[in-house]
């Protein structure tokens, strides 16, 4: 039996439980969870990482919430699919949930219109009424280094420290609902226009947060910032506000919790991804913490 096996199993039995019989099984992703399409229009991402940080169905409740609020005020997002109850969905110890299946593009996002789409959801996102939590995937993953020890002790405790100060920096700054994980891979360019995914993440904090994990790379990594500044005029142009402090401050939030969650999500990285990690680190030591 292969490793998709189980999980495979449990979201086809859910599908036909609900009356639809899957026609097909291609993965579309297979890492922490995995992503099926099991017909012409149903997608199934199911956690596979059953003994990882993220247990139960909370995320996954939060994910459905908000994305449903987005889908029925017109978001530029790929909506859960109609024939299924929301849920979220659990079946031989894997949590699920089914999404509309939309095609992909051979396209680069124009960057434009990513800080166009993502001022709209933001938009949306500001009258969602139930309450999510505060700075959730920053504070998760300062928890996630005091339980565990994932690096050398000088950089596990950088880490802590440049959580710690993001924390207190941000909870005095504006809040209001947000994606959580806003980078380049939850958007897709597809036949229905550029679209935002992914929402398992989904907090409390300030906007600037996902202004800034859309950026990261292309003004960390890349010095892209041709790509930065586009992004960023057109959020404010949409009617959006980037304060410059609270960005700055949110690109080290980021680089911190991505650096957290490295040894989690890729235990085994290839040279480009172990390249990738040493330089955040890098870079965050080139912060002192204030």
């Known amino acids: ?21 899957p026609d097909r099984c291609d993965i579309l992703q297979n890492s922490s969870t995995l992503v099926l399409r099991l017909t012409g229009t149903l997608v199934a991402r199911v956690v596979q990482d059953t003994g990882g ?24 997002v790929i909506p859960l699919h109609a024939e299924l109850p929301p849920g979220p969905h659990e079946h031989l110890g894997y949590p699920m949930n089914f999404w509309q299946f939309v095609t992909r593009i051979d396209t680069e996002p124009d960057p434009q219109e990513i800080g166009r789409t ?31 020890e994932l690096f050398a002790q000088d950089v596990q405790q950088m880490l802590r420290d440049h959580l ?26 597809t036949t229905r226009g550029l679209l935002w995914t992914d929402w398992e993440d989904t907090f409390s904090g300030p906007v600037e947060w996902d202004v800034a994990s859309i950026i990261w790379n292309a003004q960390i990594l890349e010095q892209d910032h041709d790509t930065v500044k586009k992004i960023c ?58």
């Not at 247990?55 to 978001?75: M, P, S, V, Y």
Request: a negative charge; hydrophobic letters at 40%.
């Open 1 to 21: 039996m292969t490793e998709t096996a189980l999980p495979i199993r449990a979201a086809t039995e859910t599908a036909i439980a609900h009356g639809i019989t």
């Open 53 to 76: 940080p993220r247990q139960g169905t909370e995320w996954f409740a939060r994910e459905n919430a908000i994305a449903h609020h987005l889908t029925a005020n017109g978001a530029p």
């Open 118 to 148: 993502l001022r709209q959801c933001h938009d949306i996102m500001s009258r969602f009424a139930e309450p999510l939590p505060h700075l959730a995937i920053i504070t998760e993953s300062l928890a996630i280094l005091h339980d565990r």
């Open 164 to 189: 710690t100060h993001s924390i207190e920096a941000l909870n005095q700054r504006p809040h209001q609902p947000l994606h959580g994980d806003a980078h380049m891979g939850n958007l897709m360019n």
């Open 233 to 290: 005029d057109a959020y404010c142009e949409a009617g959006g506000v980037i304060d410059a402090g609270t960005l700055q401050q949110c690109l080290i939030a980021r680089a911190a919790v991505i650096t957290a969650w490295y040894p989690i999500l890729y235990p085994n990285p290839n040279a480009d991804r172990q390249e990738k990690l040493a330089r955040r680190i890098e870079w965050l030591q080139q912060r002192a913490v204030v």
